[in-house]
T-cell receptor
Framework: AQSVTQLGSHVSVSEGALVLLRCNYS??????LFWYVQYPNQGLQLLLK??????LVKGINGFEAEFKKSETSFHLTKPSAHMSDAAEYFC?????????????FGGGTRLMVKP | GAGVSQSPSNKVTEKGKDVELRCDPI?????LYWYRQSLGQGLEFLIY????????KSGLPSDRFSAERTGGSVSTLTIQRTQQEDSAVYLC????????????FGPGTRLTVT
């Protein structure tokens, strides 16, 4: 069975500050890992994905994440927050154990950006 | 190109009524998923279709929930005898072998059961 834990349901940063959203996973097989962003009243948009290639993954909107197997982590970072980054962020894992490539999501982290 | 579309965007129904939610995946995508997003349970997998194979229904919460996919394209999620706990946003996603495990999500249908 696989699971995802996102530490911190709410994170608040000032505009221009570092963004760090934490994600830890458990998986019985090498995982595929994803970060999705959800803006109000919208669906999920893929930010980036890890698929066993480079451990440092760059995504859209200046976000990146680093896969650390020893820590079973896949934290999301952005050097400088922008007001438009305010949204809810979901970490997800996919492996061969579930239905096809079903995604198992963390509980989400709501990012607030203060001016 | 066109993304995943879902209809209706919002649905309000009375407890005990049946509802149908529609998903139109990206053209050519063979895999289709339904997820439910609710305050209490977060994002949960419901059902998965792959081409013409039998669907994996392992995530459906009760036998009041069913789904079909016609012609390997459009999918309908049906909830019979709706209950207040069915209130949630229902998200549909699609993917193809070309996209690997990357799923593309629709905007969702917000279901409110009164």
């Amino acid at each position: 069975a696989q699971s995802v834990t996102q530490l911190g349901s709410h994170v608040s940063v000032s505009e221009g500050a570092l963004v760090l959203l934490r994600c830890n996973y458990s998986s019985s097989v090498p995982p595929y890992l994803f970060w999705y962003v959800q803006y109000p009243n919208q669906g999920l948009q893929l930010l980036l994905k890890y698929t066993s290639a480079a451990t440092l993954v760059k995504g859209i909107n200046g976000f990146e994440a680093e896969f650390k197997k020893s820590e079973t982590s896949f934290h999301l970072t952005k050097p400088s927050a922008h007001m438009s980054d305010a949204a809810e962020y979901f970490c997800a894992v996919s492996d061969l154990g579930g239905a096809g490539n079903m995604l198992t999501f963390g509980g989400g982290t709501r990012l607030m950006v203060k001016p | 190109g066109a993304g995943v579309s879902q209809s209706p965007s919002n649905k309000v129904t009375e407890k005990g009524k049946d509802v149908e939610l529609r998903c139109d995946p990206i053209s050519g995508h063979t895999a289709l998923y339904w997820y439910r997003q609710s305050l209490g349970q977060g994002l949960e997998f419901l059902i998965y279709f792959q081409g013409n194979s039998a669907p994996d229904k392992s995530g459906l919460p009760s036998d009041r929930f069913s789904a079909e996919r016609t012609g390997g394209s459009v999918s309908t999620l049906t909830i019979q005898r709706t209950q207040q706990e069915d209130s949630a946003v229902y998200l549909c996603a699609s993917s193809s072998s070309a996209t690997g495990r990357e799923q593309y999500f629709g905007p969702g249908t917000r279901l409110t059961v009164t």
